[in-house]
Nanobody
Framework: QVQLVESGGGLVQPGGSLRLSCVAS????????MGWYRQPPGKQRELVAD???????NYADSMKGRFTISRDNAKNTVYLQMNSLAAEDTAVYYC?????????WGQGTQVTVSS
């Protein structure tokens, strides 16, 4: 059973930074894509960024320049470095993994940006 475990969320002041991590376990197959989605309060889940096994990245427009996604294939781990955080970034952040043909989700980690 594939499991994704996120860590690194928390409370941060506006302008601050956080680094999220997600470790995938329970698979003997290559993870084609790993990524992050978020769901702000009262809104739908949206893509933050994803990265393929070859390192190709894709960002939502509002995250470009502030967020950086990276992954360690040997550790089945994906990271999200978030800088210049604003109140609008407050959300539950979910890790996502695609092991073709299936998609998996983590339980989510709360990120709250507030003074």
């Amino acid at each position: 059973q594939v499991q994704l475990v996120e860590s690194g969320g928390g409370l941060v002041q506006p302008g601050g930074s956080l680094r999220l991590s997600c470790v995938a376990s329970g698979t003997a197959f290559s993870i084609y894509s790993m990524g992050w989605y978020r769901q702000p309060p009262g809104k739908q889940r949206e893509l933050v960024a994803d990265i393929t096994i070859t390192g190709t990245t894709n960002y939502a427009d509002s995250m470009k320049g502030r967020f950086t996604i990276s992954r360690d294939n040997a550790k089945n781990t994906v990271y999200l470095q978030m800088n210049s955080l604003a109140a609008e970034d407050t959300a539950v952040y979910y890790c996502n993994a695609i092991i073709i043909p299936k998609q998996y989700w983590g339980q989510g980690t709360q990120v709250t940006v507030s003074s």
